[in-house]
Nanobody
Framework: QVQLVESGGGLVQAGGSLRLSCAASGRTFSDYIMGWFRQAPGKEREFVTAISRGGGVTRYADSVKGRFTASRDNAKNTAYLQMNSLKPDDTAVYYC???????????????????WGQGTQVTVSS
């Protein structure tokens, strides 16, 4: 079992920045690919980004490319999501997730991931 706890959400004005953290425990953190997803009210949960085990490979949704950056510190068992130039459309509950599968073309899928955090709210005001 892997336990994931997100933090760092909050209220920010459009154009501002936030950094989310995802603290992992229970298993060897570096064994897992980490993903970030978000779910806005009335919408399905959508892929934001994924980062490989070593952190050298990332994948981003088109909607966040150039604004969001995924990173991880395996020594601290923590994944991060740096969000810049935030827009009201970025308002959502953000979730981190962990996958034990090999890196592939399906890292954007919800069912690719084995473990999920409880989410943290990000609200961007206009």
């Amino acid at each position: 079992q892997v336990q994931l706890v997100e933090s760092g959400g909050g209220l920010v004005q459009a154009g501002g920045s936030l950094r989310l953290s995802c603290a992992a425990s229970g298993r060897t953190f570096s064994d897992y690919i980490m993903g970030w997803f978000r779910q806005a009210p009335g919408k399905e949960r959508e892929f934001v980004t994924a980062i490989s085990r070593g952190g050298g490979v990332t994948r981003y949704a088109d909607s966040v490319k150039g604004r969001f950056t995924a990173s991880r510190d395996n020594a601290k068992n923590t994944a991060y999501l740096q969000m810049n130039s935030l827009k009201p459309d970025d308002t959502a509950v953000y979730y981190c997730a962990a996958a034990s599968k090999s890196w592939g073309t399906t890292t954007y899928r919800n069912d690719y991931y084995d473990y999920w955090g409880q989410g943290t709210q990000v609200t961007v005001s206009s």
